[in-house]
């Protein structure tokens, strides 16, 4: 999980010490298990059709506004020298990701 890390780990000002390890450890944890709670949470609170729409636009604004933070903070933080053809800019001119076109649904008392 934590293998990758090691490409930083000659970078100026990169502290890959135990306890980033385990701040890394704790919040890929966080990570697997979240997913699953926000889907129980769905599952008993979203008990019509226009509450599984909401929750799914919710969930689609969510992940819009991360990519928004990811790109600033990558524009904000990047050395552009570095990267050649590789630029951000090329983002904005794409198309956003569509959503799904399916709903959740019961099916075996889980939700897809």
Same mark, same amino acid.
Request: glycine share 2%; no cysteine; charged share 35%.
């Given at each position: 999980?934590?293998?990758?890390?090691? *490409? *930083?780990?000659?970078?100026?000002?990169?502290?890959?010490?135990?306890?980033?390890?385990?701040?890394?450890?704790?919040?890929?944890?966080?990570?697997?298990?979240?997913?699953?709670?926000?889907?129980? &949470?769905?599952?008993? *609170?979203?008990?019509?059709?226009?509450?599984?729409?909401?929750?799914?636009?919710?969930?689609?604004?969510?992940?819009?506004?991360?990519?928004?933070?990811? &790109?600033?903070?990558?524009?904000?933080?990047?050395d552009r020298a570095l990267?050649?053809?590789?630029?951000?800019?090329?983002?904005?001119?794409?198309?956003?990701?569509?959503?799904?076109?399916?709903?959740?649904?019961?099916?075996?008392?889980?939700?897809?």
């Open positions: 999980m934590t293998d990758g890390f090691q *490409y *930083y780990r000659d970078e100026p000002e990169v502290d890959l010490s135990p306890k980033t390890y385990r701040w890394m450890r704790q919040h890929a944890h966080y990570d697997d298990e979240h997913p699953k709670i926000a889907l129980e &949470i769905v599952e008993r *609170y979203a008990t019509t059709d226009f509450l599984r729409t909401r929750a799914m636009l919710a969930a689609r604004r969510s992940l819009q506004l991360l990519d928004n933070a990811l &790109i600033t903070a990558f524009e904000a933080y990047s990267l050649g053809t590789r630029s951000i800019e090329r983002r904005h001119h794409e198309v956003d990701i569509p959503f799904p076109d399916r709903r959740f649904r019961r099916d075996a008392g889980r939700v897809r």
